[in-house]
């Protein structure tokens, strides 16, 4: 026998629901309101804009120094909720400010990325299709290769062989500087490896492009193109993951396998300080 929920039972029913959907309503409306962009958000969004990607010091001292012009409480430590707020307001434009890892020398990166299309589809705007050919052919060198880097060499010997439009070897190396000066590559001692940009705003698109090859960390589990490749289980751990890791044991041994970890412990501090070097004699270079 079916039984008849009695009218005041369903009002209290209604009432609950009710109450809910506006206590959901107002938790979205005070997250709303707590995410309100001031002008000293739309002025970090704008440089970060201009910039396409700034080191984690960078991007503190330009947090300070937006929230003095505009006279906006300011914290050292409330970056990220800062940037939350800029993220919420990015939402619905499919984009976000992003936060990741140098390879190179473990230091934090802020990108803006845009989500609504692969950045190989972006870069079709600015390139032309041999240059973009050319740059997909160097990734496909970077990521099958086990260091993570590709020579210069073995990129400019693909330029006459583009099915699009054969380059002359002096053009690919003019194209190459501008990948470099654009920040999709980074080049060391002759050899490319994607530079921190290209690997935030590409990390999907690589890893559905690459999936046989592209690993994420096992520490940070962001995507790894340079790093170290445990020999037993197949992990891999970016160059700074490693060092931070292994940094106290006597023995170093695999976090997924617990195997002796055969690679070189890389001296981070060592290459901290060539990284400081290189970024002051650039800072030389352009005052």
Not at 30 to 41: K, L
Not at 240 to 264: L, S
Request: proline letters at 2%; charged letters at 25%.
């Amino acid at each position: 026998m079916r039984h008849h929920a009695s009218p005041c039972a369903s009002a209290r029913s209604r009432t609950a629901r009710g109450g809910r959907r506006r206590a959901a309503y107002e938790a979205w409306w005070n997250a709303a309101m707590a995410a309100q962009m001031s002008d000293a958000h739309r002025r970090f969004l704008q440089v970060l804009m201009s910039h396409g990607i700034m080191e984690g010091s960078e991007a503190r001292k330009l947090h300070r120094c937006c929230c003095e012009i505009h006279k906006v409480y300011y914290a050292h430590d409330k970056l990220d909720d800062f940037i939350a707020t800029i993220n919420i307001r990015l939402q619905p434009l499919f984009m976000q400010i992003r936060k990741g890892m140098s390879e190179g020398d473990g230091r934090a990166h802020y990108a803006l990325v845009n989500l609504a299309e692969t950045e190989i589809t972006k870069m079709a705007s600015d390139y032309a299709e041999n240059e973009l050919e050319l740059f997909r052919k160097t990734m496909d060198l970077i990521i099958l290769s086990e260091n993570g880097f590709a020579c210069s060499t073995d990129i400019l010997n693909l330029a006459d062989q583009l099915k699009t439009k054969k380059m002359k070897k002096k053009e690919a190396e003019q194209v190459l500087k501008i990948f470099v000066e654009d920040k999709w590559l980074s080049e060391r001692n002759g050899e490319y490896t994607l530079h921190t940009r290209c690997i935030m705003e590409m990390e999907q698109y690589i890893l559905s492009i690459y999936q046989d090859t592209a690993r994420k960390c096992n520490i940070c589990h962001s995507l790894a193109i340079q790093s170290q490749v445990c020999e037993t289980c197949g992990i891999a751990m970016h160059l700074p993951c490693v060092a931070k890791y292994f940094k106290a044991q006597a023995e170093p041994r695999c976090p997924h396998c617990n195997d002796f970890w055969p690679h070189e412990i890389p001296d981070m501090s060592r290459i901290e300080s060539q990284s400081s070097s290189k970024r002051d004699s650039r800072k030389g270079l352009h005052s």
